[in-house]
């Protein structure tokens, strides 16, 4: 199987901590690297991770709340300083581009590179990345302003093909192709091979859900139903629901009823306020809801 | 004697490294905290070690290149997140109010306390911070974009009034101040005591001078002239001399010039480039032209 797995470089909300840095995650997909929002000291949580930063090519914010953004500059310029050329695609609701502007106009910073910025509409569910093995889709939250999740989806592998049939059946080259896409093979002498008899079944397509920021709305379950693993935030004890919703925000609870009712296969519970210094009753209280549910950990390696 | 001393939270130029943080440090006078540079992390670095960030009131921003500001809004973010009420000031060369403004828009963010921007005209000499005992005057430095490096002063203390001579000739008590201030004493019988038989000498005012970032000019030296601490740039070794002038900054040999030519007692030399892990071949070079240099530390504190 292709390595497909995210790490968690932060999972504090709105302030750090002694022991918590803000909101970022790196989302590795055979070799390629997707930055998850980009909290302030990003880049220095990705140095003592050993990433290297000049592979991501792909960097998605949630929004535009400082948390989530405010090491995104400092990375720029650190890329830039270290002589990257690739271009640099950056997903975000408006006003990042106008951000990232402000600050090069008065530092006189021109990069070496290419940054597109895409702009994310506020609401939309939607394809916003796509190649040859993935997909990422905007998983539209409710927070105090215009956020969304991301929604990582592996593409249908192929069918693979047994060595053994391809000498068997003496398959041209042209073929293989077609038959790894699930076609039955025609002999030269016209008769029909059953693709089920050429091949074994591919690996079912993996798929990672982020869902942060938010309040607690069951808008979005349809949309993960069944994903392998989900990150949600989860700000708060139960206690504090009253916060939670002030702060459109989620409790541990509603994170467990989150990850139940969309049936997915595993969580990770993160964007814990820094309030909590002992973790355990967050997680006590998902897993009440959804028992295979562990905790974020920074520089921690979690497979999809 | 009151404490007067500079604590290093951040002393890498451009990049963070794996074991330096871009540029910040506190200065602490009589319990009263001046921030000095923000760069990014520098909230974090505050509670590393251990510094409570809501009894800074003012912040001295050099000059808007990233790696010395960046940790501004996070900054700001969390001491409003905190509950602060208190005005804070902010000091800096034009911009820094737009880019904090722009970042506060798109976040929605509405601060619970008045933030104050001082800016600093380019090139001006002048004071732009002073109370009973302290005042603080920009240092025109000659870098990319608009700089300027701080020199805190103490303002000259009061004579130190001899406990027995109160008693010896009963002094009234609102003749104190004056006596403090070097006035002689004239008794009920028209006898005058001159005040150095009432006093002793008090001490010297102290001065501390940061000097970061800036291409080697002497232009400066004569306003930091005698001063008891001075902290450097030094970003790059002699070899670098091309590079240092490319990108204005100074050598290290260049600041021990600087150093001994304005006959400061004690130099910290920091704002070092990242190409350096170890540290000692700029310190020997600082040191040919000046003795009493130290590196920066970080989490290190020096008295002034």
Partial sequence: MHPFEVTILGCSSATPTSSRNPTAQILNHCERYFLIDC??????????????????????????HGDHYLGLPGLLSTMHLLGREKELHIYSPP????????GH????????????FHVLEEGSRGIIFEDEKLTVETIPMNHRIPCCGFLFREKKYLRN????????????????????????????????????????????????????DTIYNES?????MNVDLIYHESTFTSEMI??????????????????????????????????????????????????NTVLAEEGETYAV
Same sequence: chains 1, 2.
């Fill in 105 to 116: 106009y008065h530092s006189k910073t021109f990069l070496k590179y290419k940054t597109v």
């Fill in 242 to 291: 009253d916060r939670a919703k002030e702060t459109y925000h989620c409790t541990a609870k509603e994170a467990g009823m989150i990850a139940q009712k969309s049936n997915v296969k595993k969580m990770i519970i993160g964007h814990f306020s820094a309030r909590y210094r002992d973790l355990s009753p967050l997680l006590s209280e998902a897993k009440e809801c959804f028992s």
């Fill in 39 to 64: 909290g302030e000291a990003t880049q220095i949580q990705l140095r003592k991770f050993k990433f290297k930063m000049q592979r991501i090519d792909h960097i998605f914010i949630s929004h535009l």
């Fill in 220 to 224: 979005y379950i349809d949309q993960i």
């Fill in 95 to 102: 006003g990042l581009q106008e951000i990232i502007n402000v």
């Fill in 161 to 212: 093909i047994i060595k053994e049939k391809i000498e068997e059946y003496s398959i041209p080259v042209q073929e293989i192709p077609h038959i790894k896409e699930g076609k039955d093979l025609i002999t030269s002498s016209g008769k029909t091979i059953s693709n089920t008899e050429l091949t074994t079944d591919p690996p079912e397509p993996r798929s990672y859900a982020y869902c942060s």
